[in-house]
């Protein structure tokens, strides 16, 4: 274990809170020059000195230069060379997750077939994988009536019923209300603390934070029934010829346009009777469109991501039958899902880990006692790993 020298700064009273606090989230605000940076940096110090494994840490800062002075400031806590030291930027802690994976390079295809396909070697993150554990859950929730349970499908939600900031059940659309000591929310987070709580059952600041959840729907569907002659290779490919193509298609929706030359993933079914479904992921969609309207945008989608697939599966387009497209907006009216999300809120560096749903709060709690968010919004999601809801469960398991 390194040696340290015994710190040289005197602590006030916040920052000693700061220092001695347990486990669990800790949000730390403060204007500049209060402190807060040598509390922070303290503490980092603190738990090395206590034996955590210092790659088991991580000091993160916003920027490169705030990232040099806490290293500077650290040079006389810790030494400079104790191995798997963490005090990095967002970006660099991205840099170092995605080393992790060093080694699984994406397998991407030449030229000539102009798609890369999808490997998956993990089946239960795979769709049909995750799919099948859906199915799973729904066949051992009939199976297991005695625990008491009920499952009600196409069942609105109107409103999360809070007494004194604590929940006590959910009204549904028709006005029946439950009773429950315990909510569990698997909608997204500002849908079920604005919508369905209500900002006036929330501290401002929280209201506040929630509003400012970034969302941003990018992603359209077209559901293509052919006549099995579509030409297409069984499984999953994606259309992405080039970094550059990619960068083009996601441009678009930066200026809320439907990307012209869009990235598309393809899963087509093996031909069955005369029959097979091609699925087309279409990016990007933005769900914010600058000079139209979702109104009549659908068969813009529609149109771009047949004609681009057509390039690459010539007997593709005689091969259609039937056409179903969702928009971002269908996905946000038929699925509840907020500006068409799929994740909930986008997975962006400030959104992600202990800032997911909101700082602080990525332990599934809300201001709201008895009110938890299990959904992919939460720590854990995005995705249909199940992770979120398994955290959730277990922090109310934990106490
Ligand atoms: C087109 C598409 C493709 C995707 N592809 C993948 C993929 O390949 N791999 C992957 O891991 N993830 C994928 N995702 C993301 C994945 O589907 C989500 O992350 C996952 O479904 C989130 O699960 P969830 O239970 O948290 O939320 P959801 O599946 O969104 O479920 C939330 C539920 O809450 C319901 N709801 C909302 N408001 C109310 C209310 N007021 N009352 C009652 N019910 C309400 C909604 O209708 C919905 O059924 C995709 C998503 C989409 C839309």
Redesign the pocket.
Known sequence: MPTMTAPSLAFDGAQTAVLSHGDGALLVTGAAGTGKTSALRERFARLIDEGAEPERVALVLGSRSARDAARALLLDRLPASLPGLQVVTFHGLAHRVLKLREGEPPEVLGAAEQFAKVRSTDHA???EG?MTMLRELQLALDAKPSRGGELRTS????RILVDAQRARGVRL?GGEEIGAGIVF????PR??LL??VGAAELPPEFAWATQSIKLRGS?A?VHVETDGQHGLPGGTLVVAPTIRYLERAYDAAKYGQISAAPYL?VTSSAPRGGHAIVSI?FQFAPYALRERSWADAGAIVQQRAIDTLAQYAPGFRSSIRRVHT?TPHD?QS????SEGD???GQLILDQIFFMRPLPAWSNHRTPVDGLYL????VHG?????GA??RNAAASIANG
Do not use: F, R, W
């Open positions: 993150n795979t769709p995750q069942t609105a939600v109107e659309a929310s698997a909608a997204d849908h079920t919508d369905l992603v569907k993933e992921h969702i996905m038929t699925y509840g899902l799929l994740n909930h299990c959904g992919s919004g999601g995005g995705g249909i790993s979120s809801g």
